[in-house]
């Protein structure tokens, strides 16, 4: 049974998980009427209290949020340090005050949306913080490899890039593994968590290695302020050692597909060619992240309401 | 009978607050509904024209609107000095001529609302000019208090700070007034208009003596240009002279209340756990902000409409 | 039958604009009602993706989304330059998986909204791009003088400006042309296109000999940084040479209508006293903007749905 809030992968089981992605399949076929709108959370108000831009996930957010009828309010903060978490808290409280059914946080610090969730009457939904935790990217990106594959137990799942700052390394580390796969991450040792393996996965710093024999190839963006920091020589060789093009991708499975939680950065984690045309399933990771994000909305919201009626 | 713009507490009667503040005691019970929306205002169009940023105002009557089934269009602009007002009314004129049912206001400069409304066929409501008026502000606090002490009649109200630069003060210091409340005004000379006594409020340099005996005691924000400006010798001689906390709150009733209109500075004008806890009714007073302003804009713009229907 | 998209006057028949218009006069009646919203658009998703800041538009095209009934989206972008096409195109990629129903674009860059629409499922709608065509301006115009004059055809219409860099020139020369008016283009000769009379116009230097006979006067906007450029000697000059005002106005037809697209520089390209009064209809230009908008929502998106009903 899925908990009131939604802050992290970490803390789902399973059945939260296989739950999730069920309601997900029926929203999906929501997406697909002409009239793409069912009154489920007619009434209900939804707020997007965004400390840090973002346009692509508010927007998902706030498509999803429609196609479930409800009002959807979008609030946009200023990037705001820790040190600032005192108002942070007072401008949650307060539009808790206004009695939102949902309240959906991104925060460029770790653990925001859990403060804001401890002080909130209404449940609280990440939409990423910091490099902790991006529930509904790693859900949509469960739902899309179980489109595609069928089942998510029993495949390798390698995950390449720049693993140590990336949120959504963490939530689909702790998604496929609670869903059976194997799971490697792949990627310059200065960009692996020292101890990476704690998390039950395995770590290679060869992508041929990594990639060898997998099911499904994640890359990650990599930040520009990495490319030109300590972490990494140049652009040029990240893109050649890290680089995803079809030429590596052979070593992968001969039906691997290719991720990217996006935006991407054309020629440096993914070439031109890969990027636009199978088996790269970019465009269905956004198609699917409606799907999921009003799953999620519906399950954290919707009680004692029909789900899929029109 | 409410006229046709609501710019300021000013012009009211007393049977024009009574009727706001009675129309608001059953929109609050929309809001305590499951589906918290209701048709009233269907096909209605509400723009919310914020020259001057403002997150939590903006927001409620977003809210409020939706609850009321309109729909809401954000402009925001610039904020904009006098000598644009031209461009202003334009900007207004050009929102008039695609049919708004009621234009919301806010601007930096005391009086562009009634220059606004000059102009327009829709109705405008301030939410917010200069130092003037802030009169749904004034309406929420007239309806918590209303809540909390069965009456208005006959209570003494004190309202600490910044009265100079306030608003908020001024358009309460109308609504408590004419509602029958005693009136005090507390905070240092420097912040205390010259001859506010003609308001028909009692003015004090004490906040002991100003508070005495009070029933509702309410804080107002100080914008941190006062504090390092001329008016205020410092934050620390201004929070320990001027700032509410439990043992300055011994010399009110027993049973007052105290309010703020947010944001707060927390230890600043009242302490952290004064503004959380009883009697402190912070919250309460955003929660009846979005009541306040559904019945508001059911007054102004819902003609021939029923109002409570579902 | 109009197309998949709208990204220029260029492209229509004189069908098309006569269905748009005709269209657009239903929608007109929605406005007018107490109601102004029609289930139309119901469960469609319309996304405003505006890389140049925007109000008037952008807010006419939600206005006109909401009263159908579709949820619109605003996705603002920073302004983007050529060089920066990639990643626009994967922005309207990215919004396009999410399924939306038709896509409003604005860009600096001329031939964005071209771009865009190649890659894209949804239908494109031209909001503006560069120096080329603004479609929505030329129709609300074709729109108004229809409703001023009773028909469009053997008129004399004059557009006066900036002809150079004025995209809703073109698409008004377009337009005009294609219903059967002769159109003259005025303008100082460094605001005048070379070769403009391929577009089938006469052009004028002199604002009298331009504006002699003329049924309908259009005056553009002047950037501030034309007026404080090369191209024209001064604003004084400027005014004093193409201003309109009643004066000069005499010599046009007695029942001539004078239009602008807005935002209006008073005193620059009109006169204070011709911007406010007839025969100035800019006022119900933007009025009429909404209904326009509507129509050619409605004709992109509606596709077996019934169009005025409630």
């Not at 991708?249 to 039906?255: G, H, I, N, T, V």
């Not at 054309?266 to 465009?283: K, N, T």
């Amino acid at each position: 049974m899925i908990g009131r809030d939604l802050l992290g992968i970490e803390d789902l089981g399973r059945d939260d998980l296989e739950r999730i992605l069920e309601t997900a399949r029926h929203m999906q076929e929501v997406g697909l009427r002409d009239v793409k709108r069912v009154p489920t959370l007619r009434g209900r108000t939804i707020i997007n209290l965004f400390f840090e831009s973002s346009t692509r996930t508010r927007t998902s957010f706030e498509i999803a949020g429609k196609r479930l009828s409800a009002d959807v309010i979008n609030f946009s903060a200023e990037s705001s340090s820790l040190s600032k978490s005192e108002s942070i808290l007072d401008t949650a409280r307060t539009l808790d005050a206004m009695a939102p059914d949902a309240v959906i946080v991104r925060h460029k610090v770790a653990g925001v949306p859990k403060r804001i969730a401890d002080v909130l009457d209404a449940p609280v939904i990440n939409a990423g913080d910091g490099a902790h935790e991006h529930p509904t990217q790693a859900l949509l990106d469960l739902f899309t490899v179980l489109q595609e594959k069928g089942r998510i137990d029993g495949l390798t799942v390698t995950i390449v890039g720049d693993i140590l700052h990336s949120r959504v390394a963490r939530s689909n580390v702790y998604g496929f593994r609670k869903l059976g796969a194997d799971v490697r991450v792949v990627g310059p040792p200065t960009l692996l968590p020292a101890g990476v393996e704690a998390l039950g996965v395995k770590a290679y710093s060869s992508l041929r290695e990594g990639i060898e024999g997998a099911d499904v190839v994640m890359a990650l963006r990599i930040q520009n302020e990495r490319l030109e920091g300590a972490y990494v020589p140049s652009v040029r060789e990240y893109s050649a050692a890290w680089g995803l093009d079809r030429a590596k991708l052979r070593f992968a499975k001969e039906d691997a597909i290719v991720m990217h939680p996006g935006p991407i950065n054309r020629g440096v984690e993914i070439s031109h060619d890969l990027a636009d045309r199978r088996p790269s399933v970019i465009l269905d990771q956004v198609r699917n992240g409606v799907a999921v994000r009003m799953a999620v909305l519906y399950l954290l919201t919707g009680r004692a309401q029909p789900a899929y009626g029109d």
